[in-house]
């Protein structure tokens, strides 16, 4: 699991995304984005990640309500149609699952 906060208020590259994958046969790329920021010399920020691992997780078909079943119990999210979507107590963070 790799968790980063998003401030809502802010605005981010790519359509406003706070996350981006990209996939083939070789590789699963999970990259995590900051919000567009301005600064000047000698200036500096932070992006911060946070990584989890999670032992005797068990996935038995790739489907929304198989992973809403394994997950939730975890307290992470659940993964809908229109994209990742973190538990409702954590709307503010953007999560994800590899």
């Not at 990259?31 to 567009?36: D, K, M, N, R, V």
Request: some cysteine; charged content about 25%.
């Amino acid at each position: 699991m790799k968790r980063h906060t998003a401030d809502p208020t802010k605005t981010y590259p790519d359509m406003g995304a706070c996350f981006e994958m990209f996939a083939n046969a070789d590789v699963l790329e999970l990259e995590t984005l900051g919000p567009l920021t301005k600064l000047a010399p000698g200036e500096s920020l932070r992006h911060v990640e946070r990584w989890s691992l999670y032992r005797d997780v068990r996935i038995g078909e790739w489907t929304d309500a198989e992973l809403d079943r394994v997950l939730a119990p975890l307290g992470l999210f659940s993964f809908c149609g229109a994209g990742w979507n973190p538990a409702p107590h954590l709307r503010s963070d953007c999560f994800i699952c590899n």
